[in-house]
Structure formats: C-alpha cells, structure tokens
C-alpha cells in the first residue's frame, strides 16, 4: 500500500469527520501496488446504512484530504445498501484494503 501510516491515520480521521464512526474505509486501485508509482487515491466509503448528502459529503472529505495530503488528485466512492452494484464498486469492494 502507497500510504504512509500518516497518510492512511489523516484519511481515517477526515472519513470518519465527515460520515461518523459507522463507516468502513478502504483503498483500492493503483495505490495498493507498491511497484507502480504515480496514481491517484481512490478510497471507498462504505456504510450497512442508507445515506443522505453523498455528494456534499464526497466532496467536503475531497477537500479536507487535499488541504491535509497536498493537492492531489483523490477519488472517493460511496457505496450503501441503495448503490448499484457495478464494475468499479465491485473491485473496490473486492480488491479494497481497509485503513
């Protein structure tokens, strides 16, 4: 995993900030290789409760993180029980490793 523990503690904090301490937090995608540089960080969201506000929520954890991590390129997925399942969740669910 490309995250420092600093790394991964700020995207912990910010995440639970923003959605509480009910959700589950994982990064997937190229970050999780450690031979492949560059990327962008793609975390996904996950809570067993439906949500209200997923965008002002996405975007205000997008924001803090870059405010904290450096302006970066962060893409963060939502996924609860009323999200389609389709290709990209279905890695990141499959593939994420929590933080």
Not at 16 to 41: M, T, Y
Request: proline share 5%.
């Amino acid at each position: 995993m490309r995250l420092s523990e600093e790394q991964k503690a700020i995207v912990k904090q910010v995440g639970q900030e923003v959605f509480g301490n009910n959700v589950q937090l994982a990064l997937f995608g190229s970050r999780l290789n450690d031979h492949v540089k560059g990327g962008d960080i793609d975390i996904l969201v996950k809570s067993d409760k439906p949500m209200t506000g997923k965008m002002i929520k996405m975007l205000t954890m997008t924001a803090r993180l870059q405010m904290r991590l450096g302006d970066q390129p962060i893409d963060i997925l939502i996924y609860d029980p009323e999200t389609p399942l389709s290709p990209v969740y279905e890695q990141a669910l499959t593939n994420g490793e929590l933080i």
